[in-house]
C-alpha cells in the first residue's frame, strides 16, 4: 500500500518537483482475548508499524513466531475492529480470540508484551498512548547543510563503520556537523538500537547541538527513527534508503528536514527544504 508524496528531487546540480510513491505506515494494536480461571480477557498486546494489508496474517505470525500460541487452531478468530481513522481511512485496531487457553503462554505475554518497550511505540500496550511527548517544533531554517555535505555524509558513516566491512550485516547512525564532519558513529544489527546508542553515547557527553548538527542514518527512515532524533532538537535527519509515509508526516509536523535516497549525485528532500544550500 502507498501514497503520492510531493518531493524535491536534486539531481543534475539542481532541484526537480516531482510525485514520488511513498510506502505506508500506520500504528497497528492488537489486543487479545483468552480464559483466565474461567474468565474471558482482553488484553491490550502490543502495537506495531506497519504497511497496511494482510493485518490478520501478520497478527497469526507473529502470535506463533512468539510462541504466545504453540497451534495456530488455537486462534478462533481475528478481526479488525473500531473506526476508520487517517488519512488512508484504515482500521488501525485488531482483536485475536483464542479458543483453548491452556496452550496460551500468559506468563509470556505478561512479562514480554505488557511490561517491555524494545522498540519505541511497538511495546506499548494501547493506541491511544501513542503521542509525541515533544511540543516545540525544531528550528525552521538551521542549520543549513550543502549538496556536498548531503552527498558525502553515507560514504563518510560507511567508511567509518568497524563492523560493516567484516559483515555487511549491521546498521548505524552518524551524528555530524554542518561541516559534515563525523562526531560520533554507533553500529548494531537494528537500526534503532544503533541510533539509540548514538543518541545516548550523545547526550552523556554532551555533545548534542542542534544549531549546527544532523544525523545521518543507513537503511530507510520510519515513524520511530524520526520521533528518537526529534527528542534531540537536531532538524536534519538524512536516509540512505526511503522514508515511509509517518515518517514524512511526522518530520514535517516538526519542520524537520528529512532526506533520503542519497546516492552519488542526486538525493530527495521530503520536507522543509530551507535547510539545504544547492548553489
Same mark, same amino acid.
Given at each position: 500500500?502507498?501514497?503520492?508524496?510531493?518531493?524535491?528531487?536534486?539531481i543534475s546540480n539542481k532541484f526537480d518537483a516531482l510525485e514520488d510513491l511513498?510506502?505506508?505506515?500506520?500504528?497497528?494494536?492488537?489486543?487479545?482475548?483468552?480464559?483466565?480461571?474461567?474468565?474471558?480477557i482482553t488484553q491490550n498486546l502490543s502495537i506495531t508499524m506497519r504497511t497496511?494489508?494482510?493485518?490478520?496474517?501478520?497478527?497469526?505470525?507473529?502470535?506463533?513466531?512468539?510462541?504466545?500460541?504453540?497451534?495456530?487452531?488455537?486462534?478462533?478468530?481475528?478481526?479488525?475492529?473500531?473506526?476508520?481513522?487517517?488519512?488512508?481511512?484504515?482500521?488501525?485496531?485488531?482483536?485475536?480470540?483464542?479458543?483453548? =487457553? /491452556?496452550? *496460551?503462554? @500468559? #506468563?509470556?505475554? &505478561?512479562?514480554?508484551?505488557?511490561?517491555? !518497550?524494545?522498540?519505541?511505540?511497538? %511495546?506499548?500496550?494501547?493506541?491511544?498512548?501513542?503521542?509525541?511527548?515533544?511540543?516545540?517544533?525544531?528550528?525552521?531554517?538551521?542549520?543549513?547543510? =550543502? /549538496?556536498? *555535505?548531503? @552527498? #558525502?555524509?553515507? &560514504?563518510?558513516?560507511?567508511?567509518?563503520? !568497524?563492523?560493516?566491512?567484516?559483515? %555487511?550485516?549491521?546498521?548505524?547512525?552518524?551524528?555530524?556537523?554542518?561541516?559534515?564532519?563525523?562526531?560520533?558513529?554507533?553500529?548494531?544489527?537494528?537500526?534503532?538500537?544503533?541510533?539509540?546508542?548514538?543518541?545516548?553515547?550523545?547526550?552523556?557527553?554532551?555533545?548534542?547541538?542542534?544549531?549546527?548538527?544532523?544525523?545521518?542514518?543507513?537503511?530507510?527512515?520510519?515513524?520511530?527513527?524520526?520521533?528518537?532524533?526529534?527528542?534531540?532538537?537536531?532538524?536534519?535527519?538524512?536516509?540512505?534508503?526511503?522514508?515511509?509515509?509517518?515518517?514524512?508526516?511526522?518530520?514535517?509536523?516538526?519542520?524537520?528536514?528529512?532526506?533520503?535516497?542519497?546516492?552519488?549525485?542526486?538525493?530527495?528532500?521530503?520536507?522543509?527544504?530551507?535547510?539545504?544550500i544547492v548553489e
Amino acid at each position: 500500500m502507498n501514497s503520492k508524496y510531493k518531493v524535491l528531487k536534486f539531481i543534475s546540480n539542481k532541484f526537480d518537483a516531482l510525485e514520488d510513491l511513498i510506502s505506508i505506515e500506520e500504528p497497528l494494536e492488537i489486543s487479545l482475548k483468552f480464559k483466565e480461571n474461567d474468565k474471558w480477557i482482553t488484553q491490550n498486546l502490543s502495537i506495531t508499524m506497519r504497511t497496511p494489508g494482510n493485518d490478520k496474517d501478520l497478527v497469526r505470525g507473529f502470535l506463533f513466531n512468539e510462541q504466545i500460541v504453540e497451534n495456530i487452531k488455537d486462534i478462533e478468530s481475528i478481526e479488525s475492529y473500531g473506526e476508520k481513522v487517517g488519512q488512508y481511512n484504515i482500521q488501525n485496531k485488531i482483536l485475536a480470540t483464542l479458543n483453548n =487457553s /491452556k496452550n *496460551v503462554n @500468559i #506468563s509470556k505475554i &505478561k512479562r514480554d508484551f505488557l511490561t517491555n !518497550s524494545s522498540c519505541g511505540v511497538c %511495546g506499548k500496550s494501547s493506541l491511544d498512548t501513542l503521542e509525541i511527548i515533544k511540543k516545540d517544533k525544531t528550528l525552521s531554517d538551521e542549520p543549513k547543510i =550543502s /549538496k556536498k *555535505v548531503i @552527498i #558525502s555524509s553515507p &560514504k563518510i558513516l560507511r567508511s567509518n563503520q !568497524s563492523e560493516f566491512s567484516k559483515t %555487511g550485516g549491521i546498521h548505524a547512525s552518524g551524528l555530524f556537523n554542518d561541516k559534515g564532519e563525523l562526531i560520533i558513529v554507533k553500529e548494531d544489527v537494528g537500526r534503532h538500537n544503533a541510533l539509540d546508542k548514538l543518541i545516548g553515547c550523545a547526550i552523556i557527553d554532551h555533545q548534542i547541538k542542534p544549531k549546527s548538527q544532523f544525523i545521518t542514518c543507513s537503511g530507510r527512515l520510519n515513524f520511530e527513527l524520526v520521533q528518537k532524533v526529534l527528542m534531540t532538537n537536531i532538524g536534519i535527519m538524512i536516509g540512505v534508503g526511503a522514508p515511509t509515509s509517518l515518517a514524512i508526516d511526522l518530520a514535517n509536523k516538526f519542520d524537520m528536514t528529512l532526506i533520503g535516497f542519497v546516492k552519488r549525485d542526486s538525493f530527495n528532500v521530503y520536507t522543509n527544504s530551507k535547510k539545504v544550500i544547492v548553489e
